[in-house]
């Protein structure tokens, strides 16, 4: 089996993958073979868990971590072959590979760093893609097809572009909803910091509710207004998949997003996907 993990800014998620061909990668493809069609994981996931990330946190508290979340679901430490990583905290990538190295005995295959990801990335310095979102593209477009937008909300919501041919055509940026609750309380005197949630009116009646309001609302009138903008450039014809920790929350309020394209765990998908094409 093999364990996927992405380490994001407010989050890590873990995977664990089930498939016939999971197992440690030993020399990695340099080879640049370019998705062309859709096509699905040979693995299927068995289990998923997100957990708060902690920049100082060390390899033998996130390693313990790991192995109770591994104990409480039945699965066994032996049972894993592999193990994949997708970082956009670079002071903790060495930490998960230390981690790796020492609680699974196994080398890491760390995205951006081992092997090779087939798919043409037109972004001007391709090196300042983050590994989820690139991650996050060739999970879409090997499931789906192009063109296509992935919406991810996360600490920052990103809008990733792939094109009919399978290429990363680049994508927009804003910060994330939680992020802008934070800066709106760090930066007032009087405003509070709320949780995000969907608020039963529009027009909010007490702060409180004015504030998740505007960032409910406000977020979902901002999707929709870039992601008409993209299909403008993309094609009409383009398929939006949403992921992230807030897209159960957000995006079945889009007008753009169906709820059959909603998944949390895409960038977890992607990340086996590139393993498994690594391994061919």
């Not at 505007?214 to 009409?236: F, P, R």
Request: proline content about 5%; glycine content about 10%; hydrophobic content about 40%.
């Amino acid at each position: 089996m093999l364990l996927a993990i992405d380490i994001g800014n407010t989050n890590i998620t873990l995977g664990i993958f089930k498939g016939p061909a999971l197992k440690e990668l030993s020399k990695p493809s340099r080879a640049a073979r370019i998705f062309t069609s859709p096509a699905k994981s040979q693995s299927s996931l068995v289990k998923s868990w997100r957990i708060n990330t902690h920049p100082r946190g060390t390899a033998d508290e996130y390693g313990t971590k790991a192995l109770d979340l591994l104990h409480y679901s039945a699965l066994e430490r032996a049972s894993i072959t592999a193990v994949a990583i997708a970082s956009v905290v670079p002071t903790l990538t060495g930490v998960f590979k230390d981690l790796t190295e020492k609680y699974f005995g196994l080398k890491p295959f760390v995205i951006g760093e081992t092997g090779s990801i087939s798919m043409i990335n037109l972004y001007d310095n391709p090196k300042e893609v983050g590994a989820d979102r690139i991650v996050n593209a060739a999970a879409a477009f090997k499931r789906f097809g192009g063109p296509c937008i992935v919406v991810d909300f996360g600490t920052a919501a990103t809008f990733d572009c792939i094109t009919k041919r399978g290429e990363y055509a680049g994508g927009i940026i804003v910060p994330g909803p939680n992020l802008a609750a934070e800066s709106l309380s760090l930066h007032t005197a009087k405003l509070p910091k709320v949780s995000l949630s969907k608020p039963d009116r529009l027009i909010g009646k007490n702060t409180v509710g004015s504030i998740q309001s505007g960032l409910y609302y406000g977020y979902v009138a901002l999707v929709d207004g870039l992601i008409e903008k993209i299909k403008k450039e993309l094609g009409l014809a383009t398929k939006i998949i949403a992921t992230g920790g807030l897209a159960s929350l957000i995006a079945p309020d889009s007008r753009y997003i169906d709820k059959d394209k909603i998944f949390p765990d895409l960038t977890l998908e992607g990340i086996c996907l590139i393993y498994e094409d690594n391994l061919k």
